[in-house]
């Protein structure tokens, strides 16, 4: 009898569906909209494993209901959704995909240094509504980005690809990471106050954990730059929105850039986040493109697979074991 593995989405690029189902009988969650947390653990029920994505809740509830899973593969870096305590409680492994998407989110993190440095969102959408009657010579004023000095907080693989890119800008670069306390790459290693106080760019590369929730808040703001440009392409719960809104329309803070927001995904037209002209925000498209997409849910799929063949998963969650006890 072939495995059962759940899929919390259709939708999903490249070939690693097919690699699974070519092995197990696939029981894929068929609407577009994503499946609520009681929706999700019937599709579970029953098998012995499953692939989601990083905003599907994976807690007590969901292994209690999947009572014969073994693995839960989540096409997703970041596992803030996760209750690691219930899943290594349980026996189950939950896997993650590191190292396909560093160079992608960079990519990204780059785009909105520039669009918010630069004002260009407020400048298409100035177009867009039919505002480009004359060129002024004032009109769209940006500050430059050759010669600022980027400060990295979080310097793992996403934050040493954004150095990359920033240095052949010819940006100056900086970082504050614990885990890395000395110069490294071409970037000076500084401490958190002094990275604030002195970078012109700040750019978040750390998880969503209780020490880095509100992480950027209203004194840590103030401690910035007025011609400082806040980027944020991790999690949105290290920013503190109403403080953020705040700075930029005070003047405080000169323009951000937000890839991630608290409670996603938001659609409301008039939410008023999306109306600041010095902020640019993004659907949480850093990963986004054709490749690195489909290299996610192929090694989610892969880690399906290894474990349902009694071998040790490729890429575990940090801290949680890598085969079954």
């Known amino acids: 009898m072939s495995p059962r593995v759940a899929v919390s989405r259709r939708d999903l690029p490249g070939p690693g569906l097919r690699l699974l189902a070519d092995r197990c009988d696939l029981e894929v969650w068929e609407d ?3 499946p609520a947390p009681a929706q999700l653990a019937d599709l579970v029920s029953d098998c012995d494993a499953a692939l989601v994505l990083g905003t599907d809740k994976v807690d007590a509830a969901l292994l209690d209901a999947g009572s014969r899973l073994r ?3 989540l096409a997703s870096m970041g596992y803030d959704a996760v209750d690691v305590a219930a899943v290594t409680g ?3 492994l939950v896997t993650h995909t590191p190292n396909v998407l560093a160079e992608t989110t960079a990519d990204l993190a780059l785009a909105l240094i520039l669009m918010a440095r630069r004002r260009l969102g407020a400048a298409v959408d100035s177009m867009r509504g039919g505002g480009w009657s004359t060129f002024r010579m004032n ?9 600022a000095t980027l400060g990295l907080v979080g310097y793992g693989q996403i934050g040493q690809a954004l150095g990359r890119r920033a240095a052949g800008l010819g940006m100056r670069v900086q970082h504050h990471d614990p885990s890395k306390p000395d110069d490294h790459g071409g970037s000076r290693a500084v401490d958190f106050d002094g990275l604030l106080r002195t970078s012109d760019v700040i ?3 750390v998880p969503l954990t209780p020490r880095t929730r509100g992480l950027i808040g209203p004194a840590e703001l103030a401690r910035m730059k007025p011609t400082a440009t806040l980027v944020n392409t991790s999690r949105g719960g290290i920013v503190d929105e109403g403080a953020l809104r705040a700075a930029l329309r005070t003047g405080a803070l000169h323009s951000a850039g937000l890839d991630v927001v608290v409670d996603e995904p ?3 037209p008039a939410d008023p986040l999306f109306h600041e002209p010095h902020l640019v925000v993004l659907p949480h498209v850093g990963s986004a493109t054709e490749a690195t997409r489909a290299a ?4 989610a799929a892969r880690n399906i697979l290894a474990v349902l063949d009694g071998q040790a998963a490729l890429t575990p969650l940090p801290g949680t074991p890598a085969r079954r006890g």
Request: avoid cysteine; charged fraction near 20%.
């Open 32 to 34: 577009d909209a994503p």
């Open 71 to 73: 693995v839960v593969a």
């Open 90 to 92: 349980r026996g189950v």
């Open 139 to 147: 009109g769209f004023l940006g500050l430059d980005v050759h010669g």
């Open 203 to 205: 750019s978040l590369h």
């Open 266 to 268: 938001r659609a409301d």
């Open 296 to 299: 996610m849910v192929d090694l």
